[in-house]
């Protein structure tokens, strides 16, 4: 078993991915925030969720798993299940956010908030691995397992804190960079926590190639960027100004 057979090139794109969509979706949280109508905070909140979970969570995780091989064969993957997990983080992400854009931020709510979005990171990473078809088992350490929803938890919640509390741009940026640690970070201790038990009895896997997911997903990520920071630049705000009040 191999986790970046494709170089450092893969974790290290992973990582600016997921960083790029923590940056918009966190803007967006901003923006919702600052709206007024409840409309439009619910509409930028879904923005934040596709930016967060699909670009941030969901094609991080496959761009990452490009470098995932498993020496005694073939990997495949299922495709209706990694739909599902984009799903699950989409979904759950969007539920932490709309916590912190659409309620009064309290420390529990905000804590509850980073609880949902770690757990969204991690419920997709794992829904993600229970695509995976080789001939063999995957098992996992449940320590390292326990681990990785620690870390997405505890750096979830850092980031929706500094969005909230910190005013400045480069808050900002630390916060995208933060959430960027609590994606990729998450990813390879699951990845370390994963022990893979080979069964040549097994017959030869059918499914999708990760290339034949990554790419079409890709090109469809790389065109939600596009909209969002379009939709971000051309909307009458500032989306790296001040965000709206901190806790309360």
């Known amino acids: 078993m191999q986790h970046f057979s494709s170089g450092l090139w893969t974790p290290l794109l992973a990582y600016a991915i997921s960083v790029i969509g923590s940056l918009i979706g966190l803007s967006c949280m901003s923006r919702a925030r600052n709206e007024d109508g409840r409309r439009s905070k619910v509409l930028w909140t879904i923005f934040g969720a596709f930016a967060i979970g699909g670009v941030a969570i969901w094609l991080m995780h ?24 984009a799903l699950i983080a989409v979904g759950v ?17 905000l804590v509850g908030a980073g609880v949902l979005a770690g757990l969204g990171v991690a419920g997709m990473h794992y829904m993600g691995m229970s695509a995976i078809r080789f001939q063999g088992e995957l098992s996992y350490d449940t320590g390292l397992v326990v681990l990785s929803c620690v870390i997405a938890v505890a750096a979830a919640t850092a980031a929706f804190w ?23 970070g998450m990813h390879f201790t699951g990845m370390a926590a994963v022990n893979v038990e080979p069964d040549m009895t097994i017959p030869t896997p059918v499914g999708t190639d990760v290339f034949d997911l990554v790419f079409p997903v890709f090109l469809l990520g790389g065109l939600v960027v596009a909209v969002l920071l379009w939709t971000l630049f051309t909307s009458e705000n500032d989306p790296l100004g001040e965000p709206a009040d901190g806790l309360r």
Not at 93 to 107: D, E, K
């Open 62 to 85: 496959f761009i990452a798993m490009l470098g995932f091989e498993v020496t005694s064969g073939t990997v495949k993957y299922s495709a209706p299940l990694t739909a599902l997990s």
């Open 162 to 184: 500094f969005t909230l509390v910190v005013k400045t741009t480069l808050a900002r940026v630390a916060a995208g960079l933060v959430m960027g640690v609590a994606v990729t």
């Open 93 to 109: 992400v969007g539920v932490g956010l709309s916590i912190v854009t659409l309620l009064r931020v309290t420390p529990v709510r």
